[in-house]
């Protein structure tokens, strides 16, 4: 009864694990892909950070790698209560964090609307607290914005997309938009791990429907 309370609620604080005051492992330096840094508390000027939730975060990382503009991915955990937590304590669902990827981007070639509109067109928004076959808190949509500007185009792009998810048949966004919340960087076996196994899982219940441009 509380696994299956843990996989369809947001744990409150009250019962969330506790984790712990650090990070327990290392991480590689670079990005295995991009030849960025992977830890990129440190922008390069003119750089913005995007954070995304949209299902399992192998195959989501993969897909954002890919655009142009994007300089630096990771995956992580955000959104939740447990500070510092591991991969395990994440999938119990006692954690409340979504699986996210972090994504570093240089403006001048990539618009944060077009990341938006990427996001929305590779996962099905509609969901919950699950995507395809993936069930659980962790694996909930979620747009985690780092200015007002960034919220009101979030917003935006949302606005335009909604119905058009209604006239094919699907139900209300669940997408959680909220301000940037402390983002944990995932194991170092998590990142870029579609390029460690190029024929691992991917998991992505896109809906196929296009997002109008604005």
């Known amino acids: 009864m509380l696994f299956n309370k843990f996989k369809n609620e947001i744990v ?8 712990r005051t650090s990070r327990t492992f290392q991480l590689a330096e670079r990005h295995r892909v991009l030849d ?29 790698w890919q655009i142009d503009g994007v300089w630096s991915t990771s995956v992580g955990y955000a959104g939740g209560t447990t500070p510092n937590p591991d991969y395990e304590e994440v999938c119990s669902g006692r954690t409340g964090h979504t699986e996210a990827v972090r994504v570093v981007f240089d403006p001048t070639k990539v618009s944060y609307a077009d990341l938006v509109v990427a996001f929305y067109e590779v996962h099905d928004p509609t969901q919950g607290m699950r995507q395809g076959n993936d069930v659980g808190t962790q694996y909930r949509s979620a747009i985690y914005t780092f200015s007002d500007e960034q919220a009101k185009v979030a917003a935006e792009v949302t606005a335009r997309y909604q119905p058009e ?4 048949g699907y139900g209300a966004i669940t997408t959680e938009i909220k301000p940037a919340p402390t983002y944990y960087y995932a194991e170092d076996y998590h990142q870029q791990y579609l390029i460690k196994v190029p024929h691992g899982y ?8 296009k997002v109008p441009r604005g």
């Open 12 to 19: 409150d604080a009250e019962h969330a694990l506790p984790g």
């Open 36 to 64: 960025a840094p992977l830890v990129t508390d440190e922008v390069p000027d003119g750089f913005e950070v995007a954070l995304f939730g949209l299902g399992c975060f192998w195959g989501a990382e993969e897909i954002l």
């Open 165 to 168: 998810l209604t006239k094919r």
């Open 202 to 209: 991917r998991c992505h219940s896109a809906t196929g429907i």
